[in-house]
């Protein structure tokens, strides 16, 4: 310490001094005479500088309690301290001040510390305060009540730069940079001498005691401590060395790391870094999934999961319920984050399987049968395997599922569409007109439910988005009723045919006949093309004065003011959509079908949401002008139709239109009356799911034919409820256990959902761990899903193993289980839970 430092520390107690009281003295005694010299330069600005010596003691008590009763003094020696039987000035000293330039007693000074057994901890620490940064990031923690563990873990906060002392988070910072040569932290530990407190802290809460440390070795047992405490099987015997004796602490730091937001990803990289070395692979080929289903600290637990899946679905094994239950589990662990597109794949493919060994065998029915069957149940076979693909597409090691992916194949195009197609074709096969039963016709759309709206002057929007198939419509149905909480109401409708768009949005409009050229280069209604938004809108204010059509893409770009605009005064609003049906008809972009699909969904709801909240839309339907085939695997020549129609008016990959009703090879052949009356063409489609041999364009993709998949037609009512009348929420999670009292440091919950998900029941996901009244984490994480559709109530409980922290419980006090929804538009606490805790623990950290 320099001598202008010296002269600041002492103005600054002579001038705090004299605020209380009138005078004050201070005693200097410089035993290693250290500042003699410097003595003599030294001015204080608020005191009278007074040298002790050997023979002027009673000189000096005469100047300070006779001459002089009013100054500050400063009396120096250069010898140590008088032992006080040998003190001339005891009784002047006793209402003194001592100073001393020693730099331990400076520090301890300024942090508040008095107790001299603490003099060594900050002379250990000599170094780490010669930094001005470090020094006041220390001085910053505001720690009360120091002591030599407090102190440790403080510094060490500090050189690991956190904002509050915490001993978990130095030691993940420590570990961060685990397998890197250059450490800075580590570095810093060492330069100051440090690394040994350090292991003594790290021995003391995590139970590492190995006589040889590595930062290496303390991130495998933390992650081996981690997999014991999980595993439902013994330990491997050359992991045993690795184990902590302090299990607790370990799985909840290791939890804590894991589902932080930010530095999971560091973990991640440490854990990938060190997997290779337990050979873990070579143990989990041995061991039995239920062994390891609840371990999650290295990703290997995943990939064998999901090989043994996917090796016992491709031999056949039909464990269906079983699989589905180990992918729910493992949703809720760690790096399902990192193969939840695989594993979305495989409950997918799972789906498809369960509902092959569902239905067995397709039975020949009735058309009408077909239609309601396909409404009902067989549709799910299409959303399975349009899901498949949406997860598969998105899984970078596809080898993984290649085999699983060739019996997806074989069973959805092989068999599903194929058996399903041509036993439709079957029931249609002594039809002249395209009429089946009593199914709603798509060119009676408007009749059967836009009239009403017009005759009440209800305002009304028709959303028709191109190639949107019934199955979607289905999935989307769902959705709105979870996301607006509005009532919703899904329909049928037969289709025409040809199934195409020029037709299909004819049919959609209010018509009286709806006429085909004899080119087929044009459809009227009632003599109006429509071959155009323009031309269409003029056929819509032929019906309903004020109408307009729009489309979706410029709608959703429209700010508020520019929508209420254009749709101000309009009575009825027709709104096209055509996402799916571009990218399909495209060669280059059809294998990306089933993600327009999704794009439709979210398109759909935004454009939903700004027609209710800008111009106050209530009733609004969502319909679609065909739907389509599609299947992945490529083409073969069985499965292409050469035809033997002469002269047809216009070809395509699923029908023919001619002018004279011709027997087609491999085909049905319908009259186009069922249009209007004087409607002379046919329309002829190939039987069950084949295209015909014709040049160019792409064959995957492909829509106009009689297959289900394209003539069920969605009609989606949906009705804003203003009011709230329509209360979908979602579903209650409750703690099942009476006992508020824990007494032991690892034990299970269980939760119970009230409720199975349904059309206003939705599921809800929490995040369950427990804190002390401070709102500090005291337990690991558990993520709970509740979706379960169970109707039986015993399938609907969650039990969850919990693991506090290895410390000192106040019995008296208050914790708390919190339930943490996840759910960013909810509130955050679902539920906050007091509990006593009663554990015979005696580690006590301050922290």
């Keep these: ?29 410089d035993a290693n005479a250290a500042f003699v010299e410097e003595i003599n330069n030294l001015e204080i600005e608020n005191a009278e500088i007074w040298k002790l010596k050997d023979n002027n003691n009673f000189r000096t008590k005469y100047q300070l309690e006779v001459e002089d009763t009013k100054s500050n003094y400063l009396i120096y020696s250069s010898q140590a301290k008088p032992e006080k039987k040998e003190n001339w000035l005891l009784d002047i000293y006793r209402y003194s001040q001592e100073f001393t330039a020693d730099k331990t007693t400076l520090i301890m000074r300024d942090f508040g510390v008095e107790e001299e057994y603490m003099r060594p901890a900050f002379e250990k620490h000599e170094k780490f305060f010669n930094n001005k940064q470090r020094y006041n990031r220390l001085k910053n923690y505001n720690i009360k009540d120091f002591n030599q563990e407090k102190l440790d873990i403080a510094i060490f906060s500090a050189l690991a730069k956190l904002k509050t002392p915490n001993l978990e988070r130095a030691v993940k910072e420590l570990l961060k940079d685990v397998l890197n040569e250059d450490n800075s932290i580590w570095e810093k530990l060492n330069k100051f001498s440090y690394s040994q407190s350090i292991w003594d802290l790290i021995s003391k809460k995590y139970g590492y005691v190995k006589e040889e440390k590595s930062l290496k070795q303390l991130m495998l047992m933390f992650l081996i401590t981690n997999i014991r405490h999980n595993l439902k099987r013994d330990l491997p015997e050359n992991w045993q060395n690795e184990l902590s004796t302090e299990e607790a602490n370990c799985v909840v730091f290791l939890s804590n790391w894991m589902n932080h937001a930010k530095d999971y990803k560091e973990f991640d990289q440490k854990a990938d870094m060190l997997q290779e070395d337990l050979s873990l692979k070579d143990y989990l080929k041995k061991w039995d999934i239920n062994d390891y289903l609840q371990c999650e600290s290295f990703r290997a637990f995943d990939e064998m999961i999901i090989q043994k899946i996917v090796d016992n679905l491709v031999s056949g094994s039909e464990e269906f319920n079983n699989f589905k239950e180990i992918i729910s589990i493992r ?8 193969f939840n597109n695989t594993y979305q794949a495989i409950d997918s493919a799972i789906e498809l399987l369960r509902l092959k060994k569902e239905v067995g065998d397709i039975p020949q029915l009735k058309a009408e049968q077909f239609f309601e069957k396909y409404k009902e149940e067989y549709y799910q076979f299409d959303k399975a395997y349009r899901h498949f693909y949406l997860a598969y597409d998105q899984v970078k090691n596809k080898g993984i599922l290649a085999e699983l992916k060739e019996r997806i194949e074989n069973l959805y195009s092989n068999w599903f569409i194929q058996e399903l197609s041509i036993k439709f074709s079957n029931s249609l096969a002594d039809k002249e007109e395209w009429k089946i039963g009593s199914i709603k016709q798509q060119q009676k759309f408007y009749y059967n439910n836009i009239r009403k709206k017009m005759d009440k002057k209800e305002r009304t929007f028709v959303i028709i988005s191109d190639g949107f198939r019934y199955e979607a419509a289905q999935e989307l149905n769902e959705q709105l009723q979870k996301e607006f909480k509005s009532p919703t109401e899904l329909m049928a409708y037969q289709g025409s045919i040809p199934s195409e768009t020029s037709l299909g949005m004819a049919s959609l409009l209010p018509n009286n006949k709806i006429n085909i050229d004899q080119e087929f280069n044009q459809v009227l209604v009632d003599g109006m093309p429509t071959n155009s938004s323009k031309n269409r809108e003029k056929v819509l204010n032929s019906f309903v004065e004020k109408s307009v059509v729009l489309s979706a893409k410029e709608l959703l770009q429209m700010t508020r003011e520019e929508m209420r605009k254009v749709i101000f005064g309009k009575n009825l609003v027709y709104i096209y959509h055509d996402l799916i049906d571009t990218m399909g008809e495209s060669h280059q972009t059809e294998q990306k079908v089933f993600e327009a699909v999704n794009d439709t969904f979210e398109d759909l709801k935004t454009l939903i949401n700004a027609l209710k909240n800008n111009v106050s839309a209530s009733n609004i339907f969502i319909t679609a002008d ?80 009689a297959s289900l998949q394209e003539i069920v037609i969605p009609v989606i009512k949906f009705k804003y409820d203003r009011k709230g009348k329509y209360k979908a929420s979602k579903v209650d999670l409750k703690l099942t256990n009476i006992s508020r009292k824990i007494t032991n440091s690892i034990f299970r919950l269980e939760f119970f959902q009230t409720d199975p998900i349904s059309e206003k029941i939705t599921s809800r996901k929490v995040l369950a761990y427990f804190v002390d009244e401070e709102g500090n984490k005291i337990s690991n994480e558990n993520i709970i899903i509740a979706d379960s559709k169970e109707e039986d109530a015993k399938k609907r409980n969650y039990k969850e193993k919990f693991t506090l922290k290895n410390q000192q419980y106040d019995e008296n006090k208050d914790y708390y289980l919190i339930l943490e929804d996840q759910d960013e538009s909810v509130e955050k606490i679902y539920e906050k839970i007091a509990y006593k805790i009663s554990l015979a623990i005696t580690n006590d950290f301050g922290f």
Excluded at 1 to 28: C, G, P, S, V, Y
Excluded at 635 to 655: G, I, V
Aim: charged share 30%; aromatic share 12%.
């Design 626 to 705: 065909h739907g389509f085939i599609y299947r992945r695997r490529k083409l073969e020549a069985s499965d292409k139709t050469k035809h033997n129609a002469k002269d047809s008016n216009k070809e395509s990959k699923r029908y023919l239109i001619n002018k004279e009703k011709q027997d087609v090879d491999g085909a049905l052949t319908f009259s186009l009356n069922y249009l209007a009356e004087d409607n002379d063409l046919y329309v002829s489609v190939p039987r069950g799911a084949n295209r015909f041999s014709t040049r160019g364009g792409n064959l995957n993709y492909v829509h106009g034919g």
């Design 1 to 29: 310490m320099n001598l202008d430092e010296i002269k600041n520390l002492l103005e600054k107690e002579f001038n705090q001094a004299t605020k209380e009281k009138e005078r004050h003295i201070i005693f200097w005694y």
């Design 331 to 338: 949703k809720t662990k760690h790096w399902y984050q990192y």
